[in-house]
């Protein structure tokens, strides 16, 4: 991903972009806990999109 001038100042006082790299780890198998965490979870989000307010969150940034 690409943070437009949120990265390191050049010589002529400018910001440059910050590159960002994000590693996500997603376990093949899971414990009985593990899963009925994850569909605790699952079910206490739902109808929520976890996208809106990154949204609104990077306008105001």
Known sequence: ???RGKGAVR???TRGDLLV???VSVPKD???RAR???EAYREATA???PR???FEA???A
């Open 52 to 54: 809106a307010e990154l």
């Open 11 to 13: 010589k002529d006082g």
């Open 30 to 32: 899971l414990s009985g």
């Open 58 to 60: 990077a306008k105001g």
């Open 21 to 23: 790299t994000v590693e």
């Open 1 to 3: 991903m690409r943070a």
């Open 47 to 49: 109808g929520e999109d």
């Open 36 to 38: 009925d965490a994850l």
